[in-house]
């Protein structure tokens, strides 16, 4: 993993998120030694997972190339909205649901924009993007993400398969399913599951919690104050700021 690294670091991004990365950690990081520090390769390589090639983004884009053909415009327009509805939808599986009929609806218009060319060009950024996450990630315990980058490079191998068969439909839908799962990886999704994670910790302290246990008392005090403060980092748009927060508040509950 140190060689995989040592490689990202030379990249010019990779450098400038990794620096921003280590200046914020400074200021952030608890003394207790039990506050165990997100990797900052770990939160550089999230950092620059903002511009995943997502349904919504991939609409957009097509949308404001002027290149549509009236039928696919629609269908986008209507894929977009079932997408919408999915990010509004309360239960899990109904937003999959719905995320799977956008797929379905925008597959053909996407491929019929984008081509082959086009849709190798996607494939090779979501590629760039499991690299990079992969290679950071190691064995950094964030929820969700080891399995969600396994998830996407199946898809996008079968993409890859689909595209050289020339089945272009078939290569467009697994990409849109690959950047899906990939978008789990992303600073905000992975901060929401870490806060999650770390509620459920607090929650199950509080339950166990002995009037006698002064140190406990502390430990719970000061992940409370953590987790308050990853709250507020996601909701001023820090999502970076917050895993770190969350997932010191989680090593913190579970130290004790």
């Known amino acids: 993993m140190r060689e995989a690294m040592s490689q990202l670091a030379r990249r010019p991004l990779f450098r400038t998120a990794l620096a921003a990365t280590l200046a914020a950690a400074c200021a952030d990081a608890p003394t207790e030694p039990m506050a165990l520090v997100v990797a ?7 950092q620059v997972s903002r511009s995943l090639p997502t349904l919504p983004r991939l609409v957009q884009r097509l949308t404001a190339s002027g290149a549509l053909e009236p039928d696919a415009a629609e269908a ?3 894929a977009r909205s079932l997408w919408l509805d999915a990010e509004a939808a309360a239960d899990p599986e109904t937003a999959r649901a719905l995320r799977r009929d956008a797929i379905t609806r925008a597959a053909p218009a996407v491929a019929r924009a984008l081509g082959p060319a086009g849709l190798a060009e996607v494939e ?5 993007w499991v690299e990079l996450a992969g290679a950071a990630v190691g064995g950094a315990e964030l929820p969700g993400v080891a399995a969600a980058l396994a998830a996407g490079r199946v898809r996008l191998g079968a993409a890859e398969a689909a595209r050289r068969d020339g089945r272009l439909e078939r290569a467009a839908a697994l990409l849109l399913e690959a950047a899906d799962r990939l978008r789990e990886t992303t600073p905000r999704a992975v901060a929401q599951r870490l806060i999650h994670r770390a509620e459920e910790a607090l ?11 002064a140190a406990d ?3 719970r005090r000061r992940a409370e104050r953590l987790l308050h403060g990853a709250r507020e980092a996601l ?6 700021r917050a895993i770190r927060r969350a997932y010191y508040a989680r090593q913190l509950l579970g130290s004790h």
């Open 40 to 46: 900052a390769e770990t939160e550089a390589a999230l």
């Open 76 to 78: 986008l327009a209507s």
């Open 124 to 128: 090779a950024g979501l590629r760039r």
């Open 203 to 213: 929650a199950a302290e509080r339950r166990r919690a002995r009037p006698e246990a």
């Open 217 to 219: 008392d502390v430990a």
């Open 235 to 240: 909701d001023a748009g820090d999502p970076v």
